[in-house]
Nanobody
Framework: QGWLVESGGGSVQPGGSLRLSCAAS?????????MGWFRQAPGKEREFVAAAGRIFGTTEYGDSVKGRFTISRNYIENTLTLQMNSLKPEDTAVYYC????????????WGQGTQVTVSS
């Protein structure tokens, strides 16, 4: 099982910053899993944002956020953070935290999502 709880969403003007957090609980295997962020805007498909692998320092970013967003992970406390800078209106979406277990092809645990709105 397991649970993921996101926090930190909100509204910001273009060029601003937000920091999202995700707290994971209920599994003993989080440290060996990949944890990531996805987002979904109204009328659009879910989009990969960033991921942090089970090995410290292994990160991956979607093309649309490279250079602006930074993912970080606390392997002891099982938390995941997404620092979002230079936000654009097209970053507006519901952001989801997710977990992909070791050797799994797909993410199998999802949070409830947190809304990020970038607007002037």
């Amino acid at each position: 099982q397991g649970w993921l709880v996101e926090s930190g969403g909100g509204s910001v003007q273009p060029g601003g910053s937000l920091r999202l957090s995700c707290a994971a609980s209920g599994r003993t295997t989080f440290s060996s899993s990949t944890m990531g962020w996805f987002r979904q805007a109204p009328g659009k498909e879910r989009e990969f944002v960033a991921a942090a692998g089970r090995i410290f320092g292994t990160t991956e970013y979607g093309d649309s956020v490279k250079g602006r967003f930074t993912i970080s992970r606390n392997y002891i406390e099982n938390t995941l953070t997404l620092q979002m800078n230079s936000l654009k209106p097209e970053d507006t979406a519901v952001y989801y935290c997710a977990v992909r277990p070791l050797r799994a092809l797909d993410y199998d645990l999802w949070g409830q999502g947190t809304q990020v709105t970038v607007s002037s």
